[in-house]
């Protein structure tokens, strides 16, 4: 068994930043491809940004340019770095494998307003 604990989320005004963590635990961390995804509410869960357990990363088109997927395998870390927030980033991000398990955290809440 895996837990994943997001952090990170909070409230910043659009074109400000924020980088969230996600802290694994289990032995077993570095053989997995992570991913971030997030959900708004009455929307789908959407995959954000993946990294293998290499260092490959793919991105939502959404996304591309300002979010930065990372990973610390000697920390068992997952990051994503979100500049230019825009008000439609506002959602509740979660980390987990890619492909996805169907246990999911607690997510952080991520608020993009003025």
């Known amino acids: 068994q895996v837990q994943l604990v997001e952090s990170g989320g909070g409230l910043v005004q659009p074109g400000g930043s924020l980088r969230l963590s996600c802290a694994a635990s289990?032995?077993?961390?570095?053989?997995?491809?992570m991913g971030w995804y997030r959900q708004a509410p009455g929307k789908q869960r959407e995959l954000v940004a993946a990294?293998?357990?290499?260092?490959?990363?793919r991105y939502a088109d959404s996304v591309k340019g300002r979010f930065t997927i990372s990973r610390d395998n000697a920390q068992k870390t997952a990051y994503l770095q979100m500049n230019s927030l825009k008000s439609e980033d506002t959602a509740v991000y979660y980390c987990?494998?890619?492909?996805?398990?169907?246990?999911w955290g607690q997510g952080t809440q991520v608020t993009v307003s003025s």
């Open positions: 987990n494998r890619d492909p996805a398990d169907s246990d």
């Open positions: 289990g032995s077993i961390f570095g053989i997995y491809a």
């Open positions: 990294i293998t357990s290499s260092g490959s990363t």
